[in-house]
């Protein structure tokens, strides 16, 4: 069931498009705000506030990269594995990451704290290699400077 | 038409049309994946590629997509060049890195329209060498069969289910190149017309889970062209055959009636033909007991029973082709034929007939219905009575928004193009019905009444569209103001189309929507106007006449007659067990022919083996009144034959010799044309027997059949000669006539390099056009040049909810309501119980609540069902399912308490 | 020969965006009055004559896309404008500048695109990544409407305009204009069948506008200071100044208001103080990912539409991705299509099956696996994927980039087959 927050969230969407629809990618991420992904049950319940159906709605959900259809941990990082970082050094980055975290890309850690997921280019390819952690950004990553980068996400 | 270059060679072309489209028409092989004959162009798979040429002077070109392009005047293209051929190889070398070759095991294999592709392309040797993707598959319900693995990425399965047939439970979900096709979660699929993903699905990915369970290959199968006899619509099929089972069933192109598409009754329905519970030997009361005796014998007693009898009656049956009907009232005399209905069924299709002949309005068949622009459904829920018609009606709303698609110019076949520019706009599609029905989504007005609002509704219409027709008193402002706009919709259209029927059980409603013609007519707006029937021959049994069934009651109650002859036809579906019973054990002899042991044929004295639709042959006349020849599929067991035969050999068998001289169906054919005039078109529905071509028939079978050698190997190491047929140009056997039959003829689809069922292609006059010679089938009613221009006058009083008594009607199911189907498998699964539906405010007030167990009485009989609650439903309105166990031989509608089982 | 910046002079040197006030003290706003007092034909026909093309990749000359949506009170409405801020072409970030900086300056030019189409409603479709981006433009979204300039009766005049910030949640394609369309309407973003082209049936059916965000900063200064003045901005024919960017291997990556038509050369050597030490320049993809490699030959090529077309590539997004000789190509070409392949929408078979078959051949030779044959195979999948092959641009975009690195380093995939392994590893 959407808690009335969200529900109420998700209705002050839709004065901003003249469809209901058009507000389904907005819920699903209003949803993933309070819950950190959107489970089977929120899809369904989406879609009967919005008229849809859960196949309807699912099939936008599994387009988007950023609706995540499986639970996550409480941070997401999400590493940019685009070009201009992968000049700058991702690779390492991303070695390093796999190994202090003990996870693959998809995976969370066993204490939830943190999902590791690959990112397209972050638009901040001047300050390459880059990464996000929940909503923030950080640039110039070195293996060394992101170990204190992690220290700040508990 | 438009002048096209293909290859430097000028050719004919629908200017109207795409490229891919023209390419086809012309009988070249151009392959293609996403485009569908019916869900036009989408550029999707980049299969159809060819070259185009700006100028006669363009050496270069550039390649285009075939069915993306117009075929206007001028138009330059190359199939053979080589860029093209290669890129269209490259196309299934793309779709084949994933595909897991596994044909071999594959249901699709040997009419796949992928293999087939691929053959045409020339695409050989695998260049990619990586691991495939995988999927899991899922559970799709009991009639489609899920194997993701296989798909190649056409979105033909989505584009089919959803925006053609309005299906939201189904979805493509991911992107790129695991892009998965399928429900959110696993479940039965809930369109109607799911089945149909079988053949629009160019691989294996959904393929008929029913024919799994006998699964042949389609080159091993024995066809014949054949008519669905599960509603009332006509849609031509091709039940296929091996080892003496029918295997499965699947769609058989007919241009006007079923196009592409069936519904899943239709493809899913005819398990029974196999079904354990088959009459396969005749049988007879032996110390009250029924058991199995020779035919000889089965004649014999026949003899006695005939010739001593002292007045023999025949039922008839209208899911009985019109030969085995007309070969009862042979055998009896018309004086004692009854037509195996009642009164009030005879009533609704004679004023159904009535209005076809009178030319108000011509019928409207499927294809017509699907280009009307404006379209008032009274009285019926299509998808559950006539099923087929709802796709169709489905596809007319998109009829106004083409409008739109007319003024910037696009072409009605750029089918995503149309859609986005349409949006959610539809053309008008009022329904006016008991309760909701599984077309409203695409409505634009609803109107759920009792049977005599409805028809009051329709009066109305007619009346706001002409004065002089009967003005409705004391209509509600709501009913005057839809009228209105019912009436206003209708007045604007091009092609309006009126649609009605029987399932209502009201001849009030009939007239209303005749009154709706009539008005457009006589206000110089042609309409078209279709009815529903409930059964495959209903309009055939009211062509050949009969009387009701209630005077064969009589009859027999009234010491009349002494031996009753029932034709195809379980009575205790029609009638109360008090008044069958009266009839069954009130008569001296009891003669059944019939295909399943049911409650009639176990109360017969002899039960005759009668051959279903799969082993026999016959005329069967749709709603449109247009007569149609099904074919024998195959040869049933030895003591198994067809009614007419069983019924002719009964006649000489009584004395009359003369009826040696029928010896084939033709020869009935002929006798019923000079004995019912009416009928006598109904020769011309398809060549007769001594049709060839070439000096040779027709093969039933495909030349690539195997195993014939060795079938019966078991039993006879000579392989047998096939069997003869007397009664068609048809040969139980691969050899024949390699020519193209004549439409009515054709058992099967299939063409050189086309394995699949795209193949129809190759046997339209113009692609999704009618099939060469003209579509299958003779219309047996003629319109009256000069229609009369009577209104109906007599409009009923409003509907008067009772005190404490409710009006209870039948509501048909696809699933369950329909007597033969219900014996396979999944549609059993699929079908609703007992129950009888109320509207909530009644059940609240009557204290009664949801899953209660209730009792109603109908003509003094008590039944019993699970109480449902629908909002959907009027007050004073409860329903019940048709047909379905134990709720049978109710006659409907009719008032009666409801109360709590204690 | 002028420098003037005006897409970026104004901004803070901190970077902070400017406030609705700091903005107005700097001329914000200026041109949408005069905008109110024109005839919303002659706005367009002033567009068209500063030969202001579109930023986003493709170069469309703004005007004349313009003048494809249906004027007047016939026309269907609402209509429609939308600024494309989905800026995830891999090397690219000038978007994120303009908008984090100076918002209000988008705001202004999306004011004189609805008001030269009559839009009643606007959008600015944001990727979701771009938080900071997403709460300035939030925030300049807020004052405008406090102080009158958006919703009912904008500026005190008779039009009206709702202009709202949609964030977006993923996919390449959603910067594709069509694709783009369909995510707004809370669709899967595969690209639309044209015709209809968006101008006459876009978002919603309506007659639709989308525009790069670089190509709407700029109309407010069109307006102000006129199409000659725009044109003299240039250095070549394609009008006004560009943000130029360099990221890779470079002494100072970055981003830059340069006039159009400056050279690859310059942009490498001076702005961004040449390679970094000890590297030598190898090749560059001048326009983001899915441009065309160029190489030593081109530097002196002026980087405007024309000419970085004839040389061979593209301006795309005119920020450029440096490939330096420490870098292997083969990887960096496997980088950009195991991208492509990954945001391929799915619709079209050359598409989902050429880019994955690609990424994957690369992957082998990366490896150390791959041979002959598999340069065969990718330069036919080059073809494959070229223009009017497949549904949408992505994919030929995609194949520019591998195409011409089998064109230019060629020697490179064959030493990895001979080696049998990446010699940069
Ligand atoms: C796959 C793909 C991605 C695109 N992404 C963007 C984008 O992120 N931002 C953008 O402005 N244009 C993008 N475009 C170009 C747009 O389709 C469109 O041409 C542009 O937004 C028009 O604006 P302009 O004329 O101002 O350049 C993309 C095109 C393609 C084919
Ligand atoms: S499942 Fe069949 S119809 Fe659907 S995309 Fe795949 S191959 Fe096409
Ligand atoms: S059939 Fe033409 S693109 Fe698919």
Redesign the pocket.
């Known amino acids: 069931m959407l808690t009335p927050e969200e529900r109420q969230e998700i209705e002050a969407e839709l004065p901003r498009y003249p469809q209901k629809q058009a507000v389904c990618i907005d819920a699903m991420k209003i949803v993933q705000r309070h819950r950190g992904w959107v489970s089977d049950e929120s899809i369904r319940d989406i879609a009967e506030l919005l008229g849809m159906s859960a196949d309807d709605l699912d099939g936008v959900a599994t387009f988007y990269n950023l609706i995540h259809r499986k639970p996550v941990g409480r941070h997401v990082i999400l590493l940019c594995n685009s070009v201009s970082c992968w000049i700058m050094g991702y690779e390492r980055l991303h070695q390093r990451l796999c190994k202090r975290l003990g996870v693959q890309f998809g995976e969370t850690t066993s204490d939830e704290r943190f999902t590791l997921l690959p990112i397209v280019c972050l638009g901040t390819c001047d300050h390459a290699p880059a990464l996000m952690i929940g909503n923030d950004l950080h640039v110039d990553v070195t293996p060394d400077s992101m170990d204190q980068v992690l220290e700040n996400y508990r | 038409m438009a002048i096209i270059y293909i290859d430097d060679k000028p050719h004919q072309a629908d200017a109207k049309q795409n490229l891919l489209h023209a390419c086809l028409s012309l009988g070249f092989n151009l392959p293609y994946f996403c485009w569908h004959p019916a869900l036009g162009s989408v550029g999707a798979c980049r299969q159809c590629a060819v070259k185009q040429f700006r100028t006669p002077d363009d050496k270069h070109g550039h390649l285009v997509m075939a069915c993306m392009i117009p075929a206007v005047e001028g138009t330059r293209i190359s199939i053979h060049d080589p860029e093209a051929v290669a890129f269209r190889a490259g196309i299934i070398e793309g779709m084949m890195q994933n595909h897991p070759h596994d044909c071999p095991v594959c249901d699709e294999g040997g009419e796949c329209h992928l293999q087939d592709m691929t053959v045409m392309t020339g695409h050989n040797y695998r260049r990619y060498d990586f691991p495939k993707r995988t999927f899991r598959n899922q559970y799709l319900g009991p009639f489609v069969n899920h194997e993701m693995n296989r798909c190649i990425q056409c979105y033909r399965c989505v584009r089919f289910y959803r925006e053609y047939a309005g299906g939201n439970d189904f979805n493509v979900f991911g992107i790129r190149n695991t892009a998965y096709f399928g429900r959110y979660q696993d479940g039965v699929l809930e369109s109607e017309f799911a089945g149909n993903l079988d053949e629009v699905c160019p691989t294996g990915v959904f393929t008929d889970a029913t024919h799994k369970h006998h699964y042949t290959r389609k080159w091993d199968l024995q066809f014949a062209p054949s008519v669905c006899v599960h509603c009332g619509l006509g849609c031509n099929i091709s039940p296929g055959e091996r080892y003496g089972t029918l295997r499965r069933i699947v769609n058989r192109y007919h241009g006007d009636i079923n196009g592409y598409f069936l519904c899943d009754r239709g493809r899913h329905g005819s398990e029974f033909v196999n079904s354990d519970q088959r009459i396969r030997q005749a049988r007879l009361r032996r110390n009250g007991q029924l058991q199995a005796v020779s035919k000889a014998e089965a004649l014999e007693h026949i003899r006695q029973v005939l010739t001593s009898s002292s007045r023999v009656i025949g039922i008839g049956s209208p899911r009985a082709s019109l030969e085995a009907n007309f070969a009862l009232r042979a055998a009896v005399g018309e004086r004692n034929f009854f037509a195996g209905i009642f009164q009030r069924e005879l009533r609704l299709l004679n004023r159904v007939l009535d209005v076809l002949r009178n030319g108000l309005a011509p019928a409207a068949s499927l294809r017509e219905m699907e280009n009307s622009d404006a379209v008032l459904v009274l009285g019926e829920d299509v998808t559950n009575y006539a099923p087929r018609m709802a796709l169709s009606l489905r596809q007319s709303v998109r009829q106004g928004p083409m409008a739109m698609a007319d003024k910037l110019k696009i072409p009605h076949w750029l089918d995503h193009s149309v859609r986005e520019l349409a949006q959610d706009s539809k053309g008008p599609l009022f329904i006016a019905s008991i309760a909701a029905t599984r077309l409203d989504d695409v409505a634009s007005e609803t109107y759920h009444a009792a049977p005599d609002e409805l028809a009051r509704l329709g009066f109305a219409v007619a009346h706001k569209l002409d004065d002089n027709a009967p003005a409705v008193s004391g209509l509600t402002l709501e009913q005057t103001a839809l009228a209105e706009r019912i009436a206003q919709a209708l007045r604007s259209a091009r092609q309006p189309l009126i649609v009605s029927g029987l399932s209502c059980h009201s001849t009030a409603v009939i007239s209303a929507a005749a009154n709706i013609a009539q008005a457009l007519r006589r206000t110089g707006q042609p309409s078209r106007v279709t009815f529903t029937v409930p059964e495959c021959n209903s309009v055939g049994l009211a062509l050949l006449g009969g009387r009701p069934l209630e005077d064969a009651f009589a009859a027999v109650r009234n010491r009349a007659a002494d031996t009753v002859i029932v034709l195809e036809n379980d009575l205790y579906r029609r009638a109360s067990v008090q008044d069958v019973d009266a009839l069954l054990l009130g008569a001296k002899h009891v003669i059944v022919l019939d295909h399943l042991t049911n409650a009639t044929s176990t109360k017969a004295e002899l039960v005759l083996p009668a051959a279903t639709f799969a082993e026999s042959d016959g005329t069967l006349v749709n709603n449109e009144a247009r007569a149609q020849r099904f074919f024998q599929t195959f040869v049933p067991q030895p003591d198994v034959q067809e009614s007419w035969r069983w019924l002719r050999d009964a006649i000489i068998a009584s004395g009359r010799q003369d009826f040696a001289a029928w010896e084939n169906l033709d020869h009935v054919i002929a006798s019923m044309a000079v004995e019912v005039p009416a009928l006598a078109a109904a020769s011309k529905a398809a060549p007769d027997a001594t049709f060839r071509m070439s000096g040779a028939k027709v093969p039933r079978q495909p030349e690539r059949y195997s195993g014939r050698t060795a079938m019966l190997a078991n039993i006879d190491l000579s392989e047998p000669k096939p069997p003869d047929d007397p009664d068609s140009p048809l040969s139980f056997s691969m050899e024949g006539s390699p020519d193209q039959p004549p439409s009515p003829l054709i058992p099967f689809a299939w063409s050189p390099g086309w394995n699949s069922y795209q193949a129809w292609n190759k046997f339209q006059e113009e692609i999704a056009g009618p099939l060469r010679g003209g579509n299958p089938g003779v219309p047996l009613v003629e319109a009256a040049a000069q229609p009369q221009q009577e209104y109906v006058r007599d409009v009923p009083a409003p509907f008067q909810p009772g005190d404490g008594e409710w009006l209870i009607v039948p509501f048909y199911h696809i699933f369950g309501s329909e007597e033969l189907s219900i014996h396979s498998h999944g549609v059993k699964q699929l079908s609703p119980g007992a129950y009888l539906a109320m509207n909530d405010k009644d059940a609240e007030r009557a204290r009664l609540r949801p899953e209660d167990r209730i009792e109603f009485t109908i003509a003094a009989i008590s039944y019993q069902a699970a109480l449902k609650v629908r909002a959907d439903l009027p007050q004073g309105i409860a329903a019940i399912p048709a047909g379905i166990e134990p709720l049978q031989g109710i006659q409907l509608p009719d008032w009666s308490r409801i109360v709590r089982v204690a | 020969m002028t420098s003037e910046r005006p897409l970026t002079k104004d901004m803070k040197p901190g970077g902070e965006a400017l406030s609705l006030r700091e903005y107005e003290r700097v001329g914000g706003y200026h041109s949408v009055h005069k905008a109110l007092r024109m005839d919303p034909k002659n706005v367009t026909d002033l567009v068209t004559k500063s030969g202001l ?8 000359p ?1 005007g004349s ?1 313009w003048s494809f949506v249906p004027i007047g009170p016939d026309a269907p409405r609402p209509k429609y404008l939308i600024a ?6 891999p090397g ?1 970030f000038k ?1 994120r500048y303009l908008l984090e900086g100076n918002p209000h300056q988008l705001l202004e030019g999306m004011m004189i695109g609805a008001r030269a189409i009559e839009a009643e409603v606007a959008y600015v479709f944001l ?1 979701a990544e771009y938080v900071l981006a997403g709460k300035r433009v939030a925030q300049a979204i807020a004052e405008a409407y406090s102080a009158g300039y958006l919703g009912h009766r904008i500026f005190g005049s008779e039009l009206n305009l709702e202009l709202y910030l949609h964030v977006s949640a993923g996919r ?6 069509t ?2 369309l369909n995510a707004l309407e809370g669709k899967r973003a595969n690209p639309r069948t044209k015709p209809p082209y968006p101008q006459v049936s876009g978002l919603f059916g309506k007659p639709t506008i ?7 900063a700029n109309l407010p200064h069109i307006l102000n200071n006129g199409a000659d003045w725009f044109k003299s901005l240039s250095r070549t024919a394609d009008a006004g100044t560009k943000l130029y960017g360099a990221s890779g291997k470079v002494k100072r990556p970055g981003l830059w208001e340069l006039p159009m038509g400056t050279t690859m050369r310059e942009l490498l050597e001076e702005h961004s103080g040449g390679m970094q030490d000890g590297l030598k320049f190898r090749g560059v993809l001048p326009g983001g990912a ?1 441009t065309d490699f160029l190489t030593e030959q081109h530097l002196d090529v002026k980087m405007d539409f024309t000419e970085t077309q004839k040389a061979g590539s593209r301006l795309g997004t005119g920020t450029m991705i440096v490939l330096d000789d420490q870098t292997c190509p083969v990887g960096m070409v496997w980088n950009l299509e195991d991208f492509f392949a990954q ?1 391929s929408c799915g619709w079209c078979t050359p598409c989902w099956s050429g880019l994955r078959w690609a990424e994957r051949i690369l992957g082998a030779f990366e490896r150390g696996e791959g041979n002959e044959t598999d340069l065969e195979k990718l330069t036919w999948i080059t073809s494959f994927c070229a223009p009017g092959h497949t549904f ?3 994919a030929p ?1 995609a194949a520019e980039p591998l195409q011409s690195a089998l064109k230019y380093f060629r020697e490179d995939f064959l030493r990895h087959i001979h080696e049998k392994r990446c010699p940069w590893r």
Request: with cysteine.
């Open positions: 093309r579109g930023r986003g990749g493709a170069g469309f703004t896309k494309n801020a989905d800026e995830m072409e690219t978007d990727r390449y394609m959603c910067g594709e204009e694709g783009l989308v525009q790069n965000v670089e190509t709407l899915s945001e949408c641009a992505l975009g």
